[in-house]
């Protein structure tokens, strides 16, 4: 297999406020949501999507541009884990790794967004991860989003890929993996052929407050990854080999984006889609907003995920505008 994609999947379920309050800095970064206390709330719609989060949306990423992808991830043995197998299934993913849990519900997000923008209510279960029996080395390992109690799964993880070196690891971590800090998950950073995260996680990491895209590039990669992946929302994309600095712009929306859910796991999904289809790292930071911009055109993390044809007539017929350049 080319692409095994490792981390928690859940059902979104997207509730599109029609009243709120948005306060944030003079750089428009650190906002805050509102909503009237002890009173009812009026909202446009619900929607429930199954089969998300980063590591099952870089899953269904690299499916669609054709790379043979399995999923190792854990689900409860209820109504919902039986969607997210189905809704994997019809995407082409293989689910053999994926563990039923008797007694351990699915994952349950909800997704509260405002105009273009969302705010995620997560909960984690506290899933058994374990290295499946009989797992055959895949040529990409993409690890991405667990729960806070994984901490020994990364222990296990970094010794098999230490004595698999055919296997290359892609890393982005969510929430809980950059709470367990840079320290305890040293070894995954040093065996990290990409490591990938957005500026403000950057920032979180290596404990600093409003950093220089530069130097968080720098000192990432000092942490052992070989390419460092930085997304930062509007401003495009930078990486960093130890050598070169590139950036590339955001693609240009067609229309006011419609929701930025899975805007940044489409970007690093694509980079290491690329890299595992032997594009160089220039190539790659092209293809990687592409997706990212067909994504926000929808709700939900996936429905806007691009097949490799479809992408490659976007890069097409790019502006000129559109290019890499050195930082």
Not at 85 to 95: I, Q
Not at 220 to 240: E, M, N, Q, S
Not at 314 to 325: D, I, N
Request: charged letters at 25%.
């Amino acid at each position: 297999m080319d692409f095994v994609a490792i981390g928690d999947t859940a059902v979104d379920e997207f509730i599109k406020l029609k009243e709120a309050h948005v306060s944030c800095d003079i750089n428009q970064q650190d906002c805050t949501i509102s909503m009237k206390w002890d009173d009812k709330i009026p909202y446009d719609f619900s929607l429930l999507v199954p089969g998300v989060g980063n590591a099952a949306n870089a899953a269904v990423a690299a499916a669609r541009l054709g790379l043979p992808t399995g999923f190792i991830s854990n689900i409860g043995k209820d109504r919902f884990g039986e969607e997210i197998l189905a809704a994997l299934t019809r995407e082409g993913v293989d689910t053999t790794y994926v563990a039923v849990n008797e007694s351990i519900p699915t994952n349950h997000h909800y997704v509260l967004c405002y105009e273009a923008e969302r705010t995620i209510l997560i909960r984690h279960e506290a899933y058994p991860y374990l290295i499946p029996e009989g797992f055959i080395a895949p040529k990409w390992i993409y690890l991405s989003s667990t729960g806070e109690h994984t901490e020994s799964f990364h222990a296990e993880l970094a010794s098999w890929l230490a004595a698999h070196r055919e296997t290359k690891l892609a890393f982005q971590p969510g929430t809980f993996q950059i709470k367990m800090g840079k320290e305890k998950l040293a070894p995954l950073y040093a065996l990290a052929e990409v490591f990938a995260c957005n500026k403000e996680e950057a920032e979180r990491i290596l404990e600093l407050g409003e950093t220089p895209i530069k130097e968080l590039l720098e000192k990432v990669h000092t942490l052992g990854p070989k390419v460092v992946l930085i997304t930062d929302g509007p401003r495009g994309a930078y990486a960093y080999d130890g050598t070169e600095m590139l950036k590339v712009p955001m693609y240009p929306d067609p229309k006011p984006p419609e929701n930025r859910t899975g805007a940044g796991d489409a970007t690093t999904s694509t980079f290491v889609v690329a890299r595992a289809l032997g594009k160089s790292i220039g190539e790659a930071l092209l293809w990687g907003p592409i997706n990212s911009m067909s994504v926000v055109q929808h709700t939900g993390a996936q429905k806007g995920l691009l097949t490799r044809d479809a992408l490659l007539k976007y890069l097409e017929e790019a502006p000129p505008e559109y290019r890499v350049e050195t930082l």
